[in-house]
């Protein structure tokens, strides 16, 4: 009988569960869909509009994940719909968004930079999905992040009611750059190590309390600042480390000099 038992519940094992888990994929189809949204206002000019569905997309793509540890609801299908609903919300739109906002007057130039973008996104979230990474380190700028400088940039332009036009060298610089950083072995920050259960301390929620107000008081600058900090710390924290490398190397050579 203990035999009977046990081999159903090793072919009960073995029969894949059918059905998703519905809160974790809705928020999924949300960020989906924000993405999607930014390039249909982005085709009708409104380019601030497109810019604001690109931050609604990683509102909820950051709640997705979250939502699914909380509520133990993880699954190979979710992960691989994520990626996708990535791809879409943070290397298509953006680079569409970019491309008909400014990049399209540089002709041929123009799309290929567009491309460079969208592909390198598609590279990034390749490799995320492949490779065992850092817990507390992304390798790449995450591409979430890229379309956050991005579209603040486009935001930004548009608040000021600037021509995408007149500044569309330096637009296709801004995208290049980010295509490399995204494919880059740059170490990035994860803050994953941050415990929001956990007691921090109290001028941790008043820089909080400083940033939420800045951003409702000023939301394209403030952002564009927030990203673009954050996308100069990989860099900036890499040479830091091969300075720090290269001042240590010459201790051990001095070390070893005066041992001789």
Wanted: hydrophobic share 50%.
């Amino acid at each position: 009988m203990s035999h009977d038992v046990e081999k159903d519940t090793s072919l009960a094992a073995k029969i894949p569960q059918r059905g998703i888990y519905l809160l974790p994929n809705l928020l999924t189809t949300a960020a989906l869909f924000a993405g999607f949204y930014a390039v249909v206002a982005a085709m009708k000019g409104l380019f601030d509009t497109a810019a604001i569905a690109i931050f609604v997309a990683m509102l909820a793509d950051g709640l997705d994940g979250r939502v699914a540890r909380l509520t133990n609801t993880q699954s190979p299908f979710g992960a691989q719909y994520d990626s996708l609903s990535d791809m879409v919300a943070f290397g298509v739109a953006p680079a569409l968004v970019m491309y008909s906002w400014s990049l399209a007057t540089l002709g041929k130039f123009g799309w290929l930079a567009a491309f460079l973008y969208a592909a390198a996104t598609a590279l990034r979230l390749a490799r995320f999905n492949t490779q065992k990474s850092d817990k507390n380190y992304f390798q790449g700028l995450p591409c979430p992040s890229a379309a956050g400088l991005a579209a603040s940039i486009v935001w930004l332009g548009s608040s000021y009611e600037l021509s995408g036009a007149i500044i569309a060298e330096p637009v296709a610089a801004v995208s290049i750059l980010l295509a490399a950083l995204m494919v880059s072995t740059i170490r990035y920050s994860s803050f994953k190590g941050l415990d929001f259960r956990g007691k921090v301390p109290f001028l941790t929620v008043v820089f909080a309390v400083f940033i939420i107000t800045a951003v409702a008081l000023e939301p394209p600058e403030t952002l564009f600042v927030l990203f673009l900090l954050f996308t100069a710390s990989g860099p900036i924290h890499t040479l830091w480390k091969l300075r720090r490398m290269r001042k240590y190397r010459k201790l051990e050579k001095r070390q070893h000099h005066r041992k001789q």
